[in-house]
């Protein structure tokens, strides 16, 4: 199985530590369990959600997922060779664009359930994404160039990850404007407590003695 370049688990540990953000999104193994169903199964309109994804996040890859889909579909036509009386694939073609579009796919969903309750991070979650996407076309390229082309592919790789570090940073910051957001919250509460301690005190207690003499 081809080398994935994604962040989701991570993205989704991000997300977590923000209550409202985290609500409905899918446990990692879930995902990842998406993903390899999509990957087995390899529904058609996985193919179309994956291209609309793209055409959101990463427009100027969408020629190379139909290059990867040309190259499956030739694969596909290629006969299936038999070892030991086995059928053995002959077209990991087929498994790279499918691998391809799954994850797309189900980057596609997190992205979008992720914008019913957060627009920004929804943003920063989908540019990461498109950052992955092209450096996962980066890593494709890689793999077939000669060793004179190798040097430049791994510094555009290196650029697109360092962009992508950026954008992964900017969502750090936002959980950690949450935090101090709500721990401001939790002290203002805490103080205002300390503040009006003699008449909770006297409020609870009132309580009590109202509830020993109610008639039974």
Not at 126 to 153: D, H, V
Not at 169 to 189: P, S
Not at 197 to 207: L, S
Request: proline share 4%; glycine share 4%.
């Amino acid at each position: 199985m081809a080398c994935r370049i994604s962040a989701v688990i991570g993205v989704f540990g991000l997300l977590a530590a923000s209550s409202s953000a985290a609500q409905e999104m899918p446990n990692p193994q879930a995902m990842q369990m998406q993903v390899q169903q999509i990957m087995q199964q390899r529904p058609r309109e996985a193919e179309a959600a994956a291209r609309a994804f793209l055409l959101l996040v990463a427009p100027e890859r969408v020629s190379g997922l139909d290059s990867l889909r040309e190259q499956a579909n030739a694969a596909n036509n290629q006969p299936i060779m038999v070892v030991d009386g086995n059928p053995v694939s002959g077209a990991p073609a087929q498994e790279q664009y499918w691998m391809e579009v799954a994850q797309l796919t189900v980057q596609f969903d997190m992205v979008q359930k992720l914008s019913r309750r957060d627009s920004v991070r929804a943003q920063l979650v989908g540019k990461m994404f498109g950052l992955e996407a092209n450096a996962r076309a980066q890593q494709r390229t890689y793999r077939t160039a000669s060793e004179s082309s190798r040097p430049a592919i791994r510094k555009q790789i290196e650029t697109l990850i360092s962009q992508h570090f950026d954008v992964e940073d900017q969502l750090r910051a936002l959980e950690i404007a949450d935090i101090e957001h709500r721990l401001a919250d939790v002290r203002a509460e805490s103080q205002r407590r300390r503040d009006k301690r003699a008449e909770f005190i006297k409020f609870a207690v009132d309580d009590i003695i109202r509830d020993a003499i109610r008639p039974r």
